[in-house]
């Protein structure tokens, strides 16, 4: 007896009609708020990405000097999209000087640098390819996303010089083509 009176009081347009509204709107509700919650995940990934992408990243490695086709350079990279302050550098071991004598302390060579824009390299020091060639270097690069701010960021690792190391004509500079094209000049006109 209740099954017929359900079943005609659904037979009836409008109460049919306001059934479907009633699941209509609550199935809107349901999507509204799934919405809303993929949003917002959506906003919060946004903005962690647009932070984590304007960042400094600073990295050292020693390249090939175009000065010499046996020597190499210290170099400091800003591979990120924001200018690194309060650049710190310790590679251990140390670096020997530009001309080869020992370095004044053996254990570690450090820089520091007050700021490196991004995409930019510093050159900071000058060593002969075959008293590095061999040996494997521990870098720690440091540096602060403002000016004197207490919260630094930092890079450990180890790298080899002969892996920036490429000799040969394809590193030397201009100079060097000029002297190569000098001792030619003279070597043509004794014979």
Same mark, same amino acid.
């Given at each position: 007896? %209740?099954?017929?009176?359900? /079943? &005609?009081? $659904? !037979? ?7 059934? /479907?509204?009633?699941?209509? @709107? $609550?199935?809107?509700?349901?999507? *509204? $708020?799934?919405? %809303? ?5 959506? @906003? ?8 984590? *992408? ?20 210290? !170099? ?6 924001? *200018? @690194? $302050? ?7 071991? @140390? ?15 450090? %820089? ?13 020091? &000058? ?12 870098? *720690?690069?440091? %540096? ?19 892996? &920036? ?7 030397? &500079? ?18």
């Amino acid at each position: 007896m %209740w099954f017929e009176n359900w /079943a &005609g009081w $659904f !037979t009836e347009a409008a109460n049919a009609l306001a059934v /479907a509204q009633l699941v209509a @709107a $609550f199935v809107t509700a349901i999507a *509204t $708020f799934a919405l %809303w919650r993929v949003t917002r995940v959506l @906003a919060v990934e946004t903005k962690t990405l647009a932070a984590m *992408t304007s960042r400094p990243f600073v990295v050292c490695s020693l390249e090939s000097s175009p000065a010499s086709a046996i020597a190499l350079n210290l !170099t400091l990279r800003n591979t990120g999209n924001a *200018t @690194a $302050f309060d650049v710190k550098l310790q590679l251990s071991p @140390a670096l020997e000087k530009p001309d080869g004598s020992p370095p004044d302390d053996e254990t570690m060579t450090k %820089w520091e640098i007050s700021l490196l824009p991004p995409g930019q390299i510093l050159t900071t020091q &000058g060593v002969l390819g075959p008293t590095v060639h061999d040996k494997v270097f521990s870098a *720690t690069v440091s %540096w602060a996303s403002l000016p004197g701010a207490s919260v630094r960021e930092s890079l450990s690792y180890k790298f080899e010089p002969k892996d &920036g190391f490429r000799g040969g004509f394809a590193s030397k &500079g201009v100079h060097h083509v000029a002297e190569e094209l000098e001792k030619l000049r003279k070597q043509l006109t004794k014979t």
